[in-house]
């Protein structure tokens, strides 16, 4: 009987290529081209066969406030930071935690670590002591790395938080799932460290707003036909050193802490105290979140003390309707919007062309002032659609007799370019950098080096 593959006809060959293939498309498949690591589900064989019998410690690593991050300085430096912390996380072999623990993802593209340990500091059974006293060193050592690491974005801090689980092998149950309830076990004391870390920045916050602790930064915008400044935006920072330095991670928090709009107050109310002495012919533009300014006699509570005191006058002072909310009823907002510039206040729409500051607010909102967001502005020389919305968004102000601000201009050839098409009014580190003073032009609105 001829057998079913004749020696040398290629056949075993061509199946042992199939299945490597598929291996390593399965491999790559669970590759993390970030961290250089592979996600846990790889080594599932792996550490079934080694620990056989044996116990499995289980660390999960996260970082709280990771989403904020990647929020203020972009996936760039994210990705930059999860690279470093794996790369560490390897050189703590032998150190924290045994030579032999694996260092794996949860799953690829993610920011949660898993390591395992299938033995003891002195290559016996794992223990839960083990494991405490692994994360109470992995704990120690990343936070002292972070605190000066190049790839450590500071501020703000960056939270650690490491939980544990002990795996004790069971013939009748499934390892893989085993594996899997002992990862969610390490990631609930994470998450409950993170609530610790969630309801303390909470408190941080609260007493950061009490006691009035933000600073003013003023940066001028500038009347490009003219080559001199028109006003200043006022922009909030937070406490030198705190996770609230960064005004994109101090406005987040705050959403996400419901206290929006008692920070909405105090920063218009700041920004007019450290303005003493500011030039009454010159404009202040303030950001306002669409509640606050919707809400009647509120502005008109908050400020009118405040600008008695520095001796300015509504009509000094610029509302920017911020893109950080929406505005829920256009009609009822626009008739508070109304009183406000009876009462002298101007108005501008921000962020113009992203976020809540759409077609329609443009549309439904009178305003005196639309600034256009960096995200037109930037390289908007090598753009023809760029230049396109621009030209378009110039020719609705102009019928509403709407004065337009370029916001985010970096460049000789973003400013050359905008001036072609026809913007008069412009604002960005090209001009000058945010400030405690009033900064004066690093170089001339007419574009001169």
Avoid at 78 to 96: H, I, M, N, P
Wanted: with cysteine; charged share 25%; hydrophobic share 40%.
């Amino acid at each position: 009987m001829k057998p079913a593959v004749e020696p040398g006809d290629g056949q075993p060959g061509e199946e042992a290529r199939r299945l490597r293939t598929g291996f390593l498309r399965l491999k790559s498949a669970v590759f993390d081209p970030v961290t250089g690591l592979y996600s846990y589900n790889l080594h599932l064989d792996q550490l079934e066969m080694q620990c056989a019998g044996r116990r499995l410690g289980v660390i999960a690593l996260e970082f709280p406030a990771f989403a904020a991050l990647e929020q203020t300085h972009g996936w760039e430096v994210s990705d930059r930071f999860l690279a470093g912390v794996a790369e560490y996380l390897k050189t703590l072999r032998g150190r924290v935690y045994p030579e032999s623990t694996l260092v794996s993802l949860e799953g690829i593209y993610g920011n949660a670590f898993t390591l395992f340990l299938k033995e003891g500091p002195r290559g016996g059974e794992v223990s839960v002591a083990d494991l405490s006293d692994a994360c109470g060193g992995l704990a120690a050592h990343l936070e002292a790395r972070l605190a000066e690491a190049p790839w450590a974005p500071t501020p703000p801090a960056i939270d650690v938080s490491v939980g544990f689980a002990l795996v004790c092998r069971n013939p009748a149950a499934r390892f893989e799932r085993m594996v899997r309830q002992g990862i969610n076990e390490a990631r609930g004391m994470t998450l409950r460290e993170s609530d610790r870390v969630q309801r303390q920045r909470a408190v941080e916050l609260r007493a950061i707003l009490q006691e009035g602790r933000l600073t003013t930064h003023y940066q001028p915008i500038v009347d490009m036909d003219r080559g001199s400044i028109m006003g200043y935006e006022a922009l909030t920072r937070g406490p030198e050193n705190t996770a609230f330095e960064v005004p994109k991670a101090l406005f987040t928090f705050s959403e996400q802490s419901r206290l929006s709009g008692e920070l909405d107050v105090l920063c218009r109310q700041k920004a007019l105290l450290n303005a003493r002495g500011f030039d009454p012919e010159k404009k202040l533009f303030l950001n306002s979140l669409p509640e606050t300014l919707g809400t009647p006699g509120l502005i008109e509570q908050n400020l009118k003390a405040v600008l008695e005191e520095v001796a300015l006058q509504p009509h000094n002072l610029v509302l920017e309707i911020t893109e950080r909310s929406a505005i829920e009823d256009f009609e009822a907002f626009g008739r508070e919007l109304e009183h406000l510039r009876r009462l002298g206040f101007l108005v501008a729409i921000d962020d113009v062309g992203t976020g809540y500051s759409s077609l329609q607010t443009i549309s439904e909102v009178p305003a005196d002032f639309l600034k256009i967001d960096i995200s037109l502005i930037q390289n908007i020389h090598q753009s023809l659609i760029k230049q396109d919305l621009v030209h378009s968004l110039l020719q609705v102000a102009s019928r509403t007799r709407t004065r337009v601000i370029a916001e985010g201009i970096e460049t000789a050839e973003e400013y050359r370019a905008l001036r072609a098409c026809g913007v008069r009014y412009g604002q960005g580190f090209y001009f000058a950098r945010p400030a405690p003073a009033f900064p004066l032009l690093a170089r001339g609105g007419t574009g001169s080096a």
